[in-house]
């Protein structure tokens, strides 16, 4: 999975539709977004897990994810909508997702609906396309979603992979980034084969068999024969073939018939454009009749809706243009529009608050306004749908009156050269006529055999489903037995693959963690993962391994090179057993706050070892975490820069910069309204 670009609208302290973020990829695969602490990161991040699977971190909910100053500044009973949407490549296909949710104002109340997934697929011409397959199917393919912590995380909180109680997490997640769990199930459904096989009874079967056995063998000798005719046919008409040409170069020869052969010629190439208009015409018929027919049948319901809609208008049901809050205002200041006065308790007051009722359907009539639209779609559908059938009909008619045309003077041309006075002309040309009607009469005979070959293939098939069933009678048990057999093998043989590959790769894995641990610690402690990826560090002072406690610092460092050990083997395994795993071997990492609370020393090692971990990274830090050798340490691998500008509305915000490239860019600033929101500024290196 490469991660192209992100886009949000009204999500969390993000207000409005944001600039795109361009994420790097390539040489400088680094994509660094500044921000203090509040400002969005954890909100970006989890931007990413809720666009892609509808996850959410610890104390995020979908509701409260709609941007608080758009619902604020929203009319009521008008849609507020929030939405993350992720441009990403992969296996030569580039995707676009975009998962959105909104919230319903009304004049008391916010409501939230569920967020739905959209996505979308590019074709080589540049068009957009809805996938095949489910958005949910298509993502948890190419990374899924038990895994997405592994890629997606907060690097504050990445010791809990360490944690006893996500040991099992742990060892079930990696099997099936491993490709383990394609093992199991295989071994699972074999195991249910064999069952369904060992319950097999024995079946004797009946002489029915021969007499099946002899008619199919009849018809198959027939079909032999006619397959061997359609041989014999299409070779003579090649040879037919020849002979026309060579009879129509000897006419050409005579000089008295060249005039009429060479008329002839041309006739024929105008035949042929006619036919070959007159088919595309009824192809484009066939296809507007198919995508757009239906909607001739939908006129009567489409009338039928209008005059529901009109009735429910007449007797007010439905309004138009008579909204809650203008009924409000008018109670409020106890006169009507017409000028009558609305006391309380009045005749007239009673009528004006009659209508408050009826004036909460807003929803309805907008619902209605938008379907009587796609009402009147269908019967502009219906015009130009007859407008093409017209228009298709009529150029399968003129072209058939000039096919008609072309044929009779060909017709003309043939009698003519019968007649000629020449006698060689009139010679070749019933010579000819000869070798036209051979033709026609060997493609009507293809016609007729090909009929009788699909005919007696029907047969067969039907006569070898009744002596399968006669033939699986006798022999299901031996059958059944050879089955069970092969079924048993596979599972021994499946099963013994899995045990050597979780083997291996557990082992691979422990070496390439210890080999990331050394390169960031500089402690003695060795990590150790045992046959369940249980995570441990130990220490061999002494010449006896023993357990360490380990600090906050070090289980950062284990959990990471855990996260590194596991994107390079399977990037390794991914690349030379595309079968077993994911299909591609390019990972991004995305991390919020990767460098925590580590000193100096494990700060510079981890800044050195992420941008090898994976193809693509991601980083959300704050000013201080990319101080100095941060900094020094990622600036040759990043691509791109952002800051997350917070808007403070406390009057007495005490305002933060950052200085990038030379520039001063804002992270903390006071708001010029009441809300609190975040801007997305690219930092702009100019080289």
């Known amino acids: 999975m490469k991660l192209i670009s992100i886009s949000l609208c009204n999500f969390r302290q993000f207000f409005g539709q944001t600039p795109e973020i361009k994420l790097a990829w390539g040489a400088q695969n680094i994509t660094v977004i500044h921000g203090n602490n509040g400002a969005g990161k954890t909100a970006l ?9 509808g996850n959410l971190s610890a104390g995020f909910t979908e509701e409260q994810s709609v941007n608080k100053r758009a619902i604020a500044e929203a009319k009521p009973g008008k849609r507020v909508p929030c939405w993350v949407e992720i441009v990403f490549e992969h296996d030569s296909k580039r995707y676009q997702v975009r998962r959105s949710c909104h919230a319903y104002k009304s004049q008391h109340s916010v409501e939230h609906s569920k967020g739905e997934l959209f996505m979308q697929v590019a074709k080589d011409d540049g068009r957009w396309m809805l996938p095949p397959q489910h958005p949910d199917d298509i993502i948890g393919r190419i990374l899924p979603e038990s895994l997405h912590q592994y890629f997606f995380f907060d690097g504050e909180r990445i010791e809990q992979i360490v944690r006893h109680d996500k040991k099992a997490e742990i060892a079930e997640a990696t099997k099936e980034l491993l490709g383990v769990e394609v093992l199991n199930r295989s071994i699972r459904h074999l195991g249910d084969a064999r069952k369904s096989l060992e319950t097999d009874l024995r079946m004797i079967g009946s002489s029915e068999i021969k007499k099946l056995l002899k008619e199919k063998q009849k018809s198959q000798k027939e079909a032999e024969e006619f397959l061997q005719r359609k041989l014999e046919i299409e070779q003579e008409l090649i040879h037919q073939g020849e002979l026309r040409k060579a009879v129509n170069g000897d006419l050409l020869l005579l000089g008295g018939a060249a005039e009429l052969q060479n008329l002839r010629d041309e006739l024929e190439k105008q035949r042929h454009l006619f036919k070959q208009q007159i088919s595309e015409a009824t192809d484009a018929l066939k296809r507007s009749i198919s995508m757009r027919g239906y909607a001739v049948f939908l006129s009567d319901a489409a009338v039928e809706f209008e005059a529901i809609v009109g009735s429910l208008r007449e007797c007010g049901s439905l309004l138009s243009g008579i909204q809650r809050p203008f009924l409000e205002e008018l109670l409020a200041q106890q006169r009507c529009i017409c000028g009558a006065e609305l006391v309380e308790g009045s005749e007239s007051h009673q009528q004006v608050s009659g209508w408050m ?33 017209d228009r298709q009909q009529g150029n399968i008619s003129r072209d058939r009156t000039e096919l008609s045309r072309v044929e009779n003077q060909l017709d003309d041309i ?17 010579r000819l006529d ?11 005979e293809t016609g007729s055999n090909q009929q009788q070959i699909e ?9 070898d489903k009744q002596i399968d069933k006669q033939q699986l009678n006798e022999q299901r048990q031996v059958l059944a037995q050879r089955r069970i057999a092969a ?3 596979a599972i021994d043989r499946l099963t013994e693959v899995r045990s050597r590959l979780e083997k291996q790769f557990c082992s691979q894995l422990e070496k390439r963690v210890q080999d990331i641990f050394s390169h960031i610690s500089f402690t003695p402690y060795i990590p150790k993962l045992s046959d369940k990826y249980e995570l441990t560090l130990v220490e061999n002072t002494s010449g ?15 959990s990471l090179s855990f996260i590194g050990g596991i994107i390079e083997g399977v990037r390794e395994w991914s690349q030379k057993n595309t079968l077993m795993g994911p299909d591609s071997s390019t990972f991004p990492i995305v991390m919020d706050s990767p460098f925590g609370s580590l000193d100096e020393i494990y700060r510079k090692q981890i800044a050195n070892k992420l941008p090898k971990l994976a193809n693509q990274l991601v980083v959300l830090v704050t000013k201080t975490q990319w101080r100095g050798e941060v900094a020094q340490e990622m600036e040759s691998c990043t691509g791109r820069e ?21 520039t001063r860019y804002p992270l903390v600033r006071r708001s010029p309204n009441e809300f609190e929101y975040t801007e997305i500024v690219e930092v702009d290196y100019d080289f």
Not at 45 to 53: D, E, K, R, V
Not at 418 to 425: H, I, L, Q, S, T
Not at 544 to 558: D, M, R
């Open 544 to 558: 006896k391994e023993s357990l360490v406690a380990a600090s906050t610092g070090e289980n950062q460092i284990l």
């Open 642 to 662: 952002y800051v997350l500008v917070y808007n403070s509305p406390k009057a007495d915000c005490e305002e933060d910069a950052i200085e990038l490239g030379g």
């Open 434 to 444: 000869e070798i036209e009607a051979k033709i026609g009469d060997l493609h009507r």
């Open 487 to 489: 079924t048993q093998d």
């Open 357 to 389: 009722d009826k004036a909460g359907v807003g929803d309805v009539e907008e619902t209605t306004i938008r379907i009587s639209d796609r009402v009147n779609e269908i019967d502009r559908q219906v015009a130009d749908f007859w407008e093409e059938i």
């Open 414 to 430: 043939h009698n003519k050269l019968r007649n000629f006075p020449e006698g060689d002309v009139s010679r070749l040309q019933k």
């Open 455 to 463: 005919s007696l293939n029907a047969s067969i098939a039907n006569l």
């Open 45 to 53: 991040m989890n931007a990413f897990t809720w666009g892609l699977y």
